[in-house]
Structures are given as C-alpha cells and as structure tokens.
C-alpha cells in the first residue's frame, strides 16, 4: 500500500515539528517536506508532489489564503486542509471558497486531526461542528448584508447601466447629493471600494436585472 504523501506548511518549526512527529507515528503516513510561507509551498509542489498539504494561514511573503488557489492549479486533485488559529468565519469561508476541503483550529486534538485527514483524502469535506456553525453564520450575515431597499437596487441598476450621478439624480428627480447617499450606502452594504467592484459584486449576488 502507498504511503500518504504530507507537506506540512506553517512559519513556526516547532509547530511543523510537533505535528511531523504526531503523523510519523503512522505507518501509513509520510512527511515528505515542510515549508514556511507559500512561495516555498509552491515552489515544492511539483518536485514532492503530496497527496495532501496541511497548511496555516499567517504566514509571511505569501499567506494561505492567497496559496491555496494557486495549489489548485498546480495540483488541481492534492487534499487541502488548513490548520489555523484564526476561529474566525471570514478566514473559514475564504479558505473553502480558495479551495481547501478541511479547516481545523490549532488546538485540535490527534483524533480529531487523523480523522480529518482520512476523510479528506477519501474526497469528503471536513468541519467539526464550531467549524460548521461559524461558518453558517458568516454566510448567514453575507445574505443580510446584501439586501438593499427598492430605491438602492434602481440606483444600482443605473450605474450598472454606465449613468453618472447627475444623469440619475435627472432622472429619479432627486438631488445629486441623495443618489450620492444611496450610491456610498450601496457600497457599504456589498464592501466594495469603486464603481467596477460594485457592478462586479451585485452580478455575483443576483441583484442586477
């Protein structure tokens, strides 16, 4: 039977050399290599080729988050599962939207982390229950915070159309200063920063007949 293949990706050795240690104990597990930020993570990829990556998500020169997309192309079938302190749904359900099949906080427990692992390179997703209810509840506001009132969606609507404020204000008879309100109040509700991001977001989200 073929070894699982592991590269563990973390800035901290000693964390690196805990969980090699934790996973050298299994006969059926291999640690092929280690790095600490995700250049080097990229940089091994071809030359180990790992069947899984155990990888944090603060690390320096290049972080997780923006690692793992590029993982996914490398590798497009290498498991991915993170291994953070950030008990934050944010960094949860960016991690899976990039490409990760498993998160798992830091202080995880060795049962916990090697039934992770056996679920993950069998293709099965992997979030414990505080996991799972994190990230449900970032999402849930997600959907809050994307609802916007009647005349934020005709205003909306406008700009997709290519109008300026001025051409809106003439329109909808109202002053540029209002349409100006709505169009910051818009931008607040999506988190965009300009006008191509705000089209770009309310695509994304339906909100755009």
């Not at 563990?8 to 092929?32: N, P, S, T, W």
């Amino acid at each position: 039977m073929d070894k699982l293949r592991i590269l563990l990706a973390d800035d901290h050795k000693l964390f690196r050399e805990g969980i090699r240690a934790l996973l050298e104990k299994y006969q059926h597990i291999e640690v092929v290599g280690e790095a600490e930020n995700g250049h080097q993570v990229l940089d091994l990829l071809q030359e180990l080729r790992p069947d899984l990556i155990l990888i944090d998500l603060t690390m320096p020169e290049m972080n997780g988050l923006d690692t793992i997309p590029q993982i996914r192309k490398i590798l497009p079938s290498i498991h991915i599962l993170v291994l953070s302190m950030h008990e934050d749904g944010n960094y949860i359900v960016k991690s899976i939207q990039s490409g990760a099949n498993a998160y798992l906080f830091k202080n995880v427990d060795e049962e916990e982390l090697m039934e992770a692992i056996k679920k993950v390179t069998i293709g099965e997703k992997y979030f414990n229950s505080k996991v799972s209810e994190l990230m449900i509840e970032t999402l849930r506001k997600g959907q809050v915070e994307v609802n916007i009132t009647a005349r934020e969606k005709e205003i909306l609507q406008l700009v997709a159309n290519g109008l300026s404020t001025k051409m809106i204000a003439d329109r909808l008879f109202l002053s540029t200063r209002t349409v100006e309100t709505h169009r910051v109040n818009i931008m607040k509700k999506l988190k965009v920063n300009n006008t191509a991001e705000l089209i770009k977001k309310a695509a994304e989200t339906n909100l755009l007949d």
